[in-house]
């Protein structure tokens, strides 16, 4: 008989679980899984930029290296922080397993079991999954369109013990909203103020297509309280599992500690095929070029929910980023939606609140699909919607 199973393990599916299941039904158009269309995947560049590093490079291309990972690649990775308001260093710099291990880590550097963390409601699955390991106590602030309520935010920190603020400020998932350069700048001084640390997700960033960018929440930390993540996920490739965490020499030096028991260090392999792929492409074009499809795909999704949905429903109106969060009556249950959807799949909303739980909601993504998937998929969800209130009106 196998042994019991520690406490900390939920044997039950989790909402990640559900999500890349229902993204892997190839019978039906997925609106569920965040995932980047692979048709743009620079797979002749990526295919030469791995061959021609291992090909040049010595034996050590194979050997341990530092846990911070590749440094030129980390040199890289603090030259673009510029761009967006943050002034480091490489050994600032961790780069990780995508910023989801970024996630984890910090949880588990930070965390101790009932620790208060500040989370978005709604918010990202995956880091519920990466907090919830600690037992914390979860404070939900809602979203508004210019990110979360920081009126909220500012009683909720006043009035309890918190340790974490998750936020994800560029074209939040799943809401896609983006936060204010007033927000940031709150935020970033109730941080410090409180002495509470920020994880600022970032990894739609670069995904923005209308409008300009905005300083990193970083960029206004003045005592070390904010740790900002990226990834190449999302820009480049999800397969490449690459991510980085910017932050405070003393954090970083921590986090490599604790990440000797996870993996050591990420694939330098992995991590200097990226960089020779940055050597010799120009990834401002490749990134313009993903901003160009996925608008198209997002403006046919906005037309294609105006057209189907019926006039109880609202939805979000994002200028980038991957998702749009759709807003079902109080009277319906997105869960019993899911069951009812003849061609297209979602992920339901109730997931992605820590506490409330809310069940009218549901998330959408654009951008793994087609145009015509996009305008099949709204009509039958639009249909699936108007029968089930007509239901509830007999």
Same mark, same amino acid.
């Given at each position: 008989m196998i042994p019991t199973f520690s406490s900390r393990?939920?044997?039950?599916?989790?909402? +990640? *679980?559900a999500l890349f299941a229902l993204s892997g039904r190839a019978d039906l158009i997925s609106f569920a899984g965040g995932y980047p269309d692979p048709a743009l995947f620079p797979k002749k560049e990526l295919n030469n930029a791995f061959e021609n590093r291992i090909k040049k490079s010595s034996s050590e291309i194979f050997q341990y290296r530092s846990i911070l990972g590749y440094e030129p690649l980390r040199k890289r990775i603090a030259n673009y922080a510029e761009t967006t308001g943050i002034?480091?260093?490489?050994?600032n710099i961790m780069l990780t397993q995508g910023a989801q291990q970024g996630i984890k880590l910090l949880a588990g550097?930070?965390?101790? &079991?009932?620790? #208060?963390?500040?989370?978005?409601?709604p918010t990202y699955a995956g880091g519920l999954e990466a907090f919830n390991d600690h037992k914390p106590t979860y404070y939900e602030i809602p979203m508004e369109d210019d990110g979360?309520?920081? &009126?909220?935010?500012?009683? /909720? +920190?006043?009035?309890?013990?918190?340790?974490?603020?998750?936020?994800?400020?560029?074209?939040?998932?799943? /809401?896609?909203?983006?936060?204010?350069?007033? @927000?940031?700048?709150?935020?970033?001084?109730?941080?410090? @103020? %409180?002495?509470?640390m920020v994880i600022e997700d970032d990894p739609y960033r670069e995904l923005r297509y209308t409008g300009n960018a905005l300083p990193s929440i970083k960029s206004f930390d003045l005592t070390e309280n904010v740790v900002t993540l990226g990834s190449f996920s999302k820009i480049l490739s999800p397969a490449l599992r690459c991510g980085w965490l910017i932050g405070a020499k003393e954090i970083v030096d921590q986090l490599s500690s604790l990440r000797l028991s996870y993996d050591c260090q990420s694939s330098n392999i992995l991590l200097e095929g990226i960089d020779e792929y940055l050597d010799h492409n120009d990834i401002a074009t490749h990134i313009s070029k993903l901003r160009d499809v996925y608008q %198209?795909?997002?403006?046919?999704? $906005? /037309?294609?929910?105006?057209?189907? $949905?019926?006039?109880?429903?609202?939805?979000? @109106?994002?200028? #980038? #980023?991957f998702f749009i969060w759709v807003n079902l009556p109080e009277s319906l249950d997105a869960r019993e939606l899911l069951n009812k959807t003849r061609k297209v799949t979602f992920l339901e909303g109730s997931s992605l609140f820590a506490t409330s739980k809310e069940?009218? %909601?549901?998330?959408?993504?654009? /951008? #793994?699909?087609?145009?015509?998937?996009?305008?099949?998929?709204?009509? *039958?969800?639009?249909?699936?919607?108007? %029968?089930? +209130? +007509?239901?509830?009106a007999i």
């Amino acid at each position: 008989m196998i042994p019991t199973f520690s406490s900390r393990i939920n044997q039950e599916p989790t909402s +990640l *679980d559900a999500l890349f299941a229902l993204s892997g039904r190839a019978d039906l158009i997925s609106f569920a899984g965040g995932y980047p269309d692979p048709a743009l995947f620079p797979k002749k560049e990526l295919n030469n930029a791995f061959e021609n590093r291992i090909k040049k490079s010595s034996s050590e291309i194979f050997q341990y290296r530092s846990i911070l990972g590749y440094e030129p690649l980390r040199k890289r990775i603090a030259n673009y922080a510029e761009t967006t308001g943050i002034t480091c260093q490489p050994e600032n710099i961790m780069l990780t397993q995508g910023a989801q291990q970024g996630i984890k880590l910090l949880a588990g550097l930070f965390l101790d &079991d009932f620790d #208060g963390v500040v989370v978005e409601a709604p918010t990202y699955a995956g880091g519920l999954e990466a907090f919830n390991d600690h037992k914390p106590t979860y404070y939900e602030i809602p979203m508004e369109d210019d990110g979360m309520n920081i &009126d909220i935010l500012e009683k /909720t +920190l006043e009035e309890n013990n918190v340790k974490l603020i998750y936020t994800i400020p560029n074209f939040q998932n799943p /809401t896609g909203y983006c936060m204010s350069i007033e @927000k940031r700048k709150r935020l970033a001084k109730l941080a410090s @103020k %409180h002495n509470v640390m920020v994880i600022e997700d970032d990894p739609y960033r670069e995904l923005r297509y209308t409008g300009n960018a905005l300083p990193s929440i970083k960029s206004f930390d003045l005592t070390e309280n904010v740790v900002t993540l990226g990834s190449f996920s999302k820009i480049l490739s999800p397969a490449l599992r690459c991510g980085w965490l910017i932050g405070a020499k003393e954090i970083v030096d921590q986090l490599s500690s604790l990440r000797l028991s996870y993996d050591c260090q990420s694939s330098n392999i992995l991590l200097e095929g990226i960089d020779e792929y940055l050597d010799h492409n120009d990834i401002a074009t490749h990134i313009s070029k993903l901003r160009d499809v996925y608008q %198209h795909k997002m403006n046919a999704m $906005l /037309t294609g929910l105006s057209e189907n $949905l019926p006039t109880e429903c609202s939805f979000s @109106k994002p200028t #980038g #980023g991957f998702f749009i969060w759709v807003n079902l009556p109080e009277s319906l249950d997105a869960r019993e939606l899911l069951n009812k959807t003849r061609k297209v799949t979602f992920l339901e909303g109730s997931s992605l609140f820590a506490t409330s739980k809310e069940t009218n %909601h549901l998330r959408l993504n654009f /951008t #793994g699909i087609t145009e015509k998937q996009i305008k099949e998929g709204c009509i *039958d969800l639009g249909n699936t919607i108007k %029968h089930a +209130l +007509l239901s509830l009106a007999i």
